[in-house]
């Protein structure tokens, strides 16, 4: 079966400074994953995806992340984050069963920028 | 038409009532997708229609949850004699067809609350 897991429940970084939200995958066959963000009362937005090629993925709002084939990784990153990017941060996976290409999430990632 | 939308944003229920939700995908859309998102979780896969046939359903759609898309334009969602565990974000996406899932577009959602 298909699977995303989000180790942390929460991120907490000062304005400015670089963040990274973690992700890592379980399927069969390559993977297509993708990064949606989420504000409060919300739906979800599509930041960016992988598919194929460069596994370094840009994306909104100067979001990047890159597949890391070996470790099954497809951290999320900025430079430098803003009090705006607060939000919640989900990593997804095509589930490859069926022809449905429903997408299973993981259980998110509270971000936490400090002014 | 400036994305998909969901009516209404907030529905407060007693238990045993029924509710039925409604959801506009893109226009151009034919794949629509139910989600359901509780605290502290990513969101679920329901149920999964392309055009006006659902052809695909999770077993976490009890036989209470009933899908429907006539026409393969509009989608509702309706639980029947709701309990307090249906509380919950509903969420609804629409896709283009295609081989490779594109990003979905997400509605804003409805939050149920079961009182």
């Known amino acids: 079966a298909q699977s995303v897991a989000q180790p942390e429940d929460q991120v907490n970084v000062a304005e400015g400074n670089p963040l990274t939200v973690k992700c890592t995958y379980s399927v069969s066959g390559n993977p297509y994953l993708f990064w949606y963000v989420q504000y409060p009362n919300r739906g979800l937005q599509f930041l960016l995806k992988?598919?194929?090629?460069?596994?370094l993925v840009k994306g909104s709002y100067g979001f990047e992340a890159e597949f890391n084939k070996s470790q099954t990784s497809f951290h999320l990153k900025k430079p430098s984050a803003l009090v705006s990017d607060s939000a919640l941060y989900f990593c997804?996976?095509?589930?490859?069963?069926?022809?449905?290409?429903?997408?299973?999430f993981g259980t998110g990632t509270l971000l936490a920028v400090q002014p | 038409d400036t994305g998909v939308s969901q009516d209404p944003r907030h529905k407060i229920t007693k238990r045993g009532q029924n509710v039925t939700f409604r959801c506009d995908p893109i226009s151009e859309h034919n794949r629509l997708y139910w989600y359901r998102q509780t605290l502290g979780q990513g969101p679920e896969f329901l149920t999964y229609?392309?055009?006006?046939?659902?052809?695909?359903k999770s077993r976490l759609l009890s036989d209470r949850f009933s899908a429907e898309r006539p026409k393969g334009s509009f989608s509702t969602l309706e639980i029947q004699r709701t309990e307090q565990g249906d509380s919950a974000m509903y969420l609804c996406?629409?896709?283009?067809?295609?081989?490779?899932?594109?990003?979905?577009?997400f509605g804003s959602g409805t939050r149920l609350t079961v009182v």
């Open positions: 992988y598919i194929t090629g460069d596994n």
């Open positions: 996406a629409s896709s283009f067809p295609g081989e490779v899932a594109d990003g979905y577009t």
């Open positions: 229609f392309q055009n006006e046939a659902q052809l695909e």
């Open positions: 997804a996976v095509r589930d490859r069963g069926g022809a449905t290409n429903k997408l299973i």
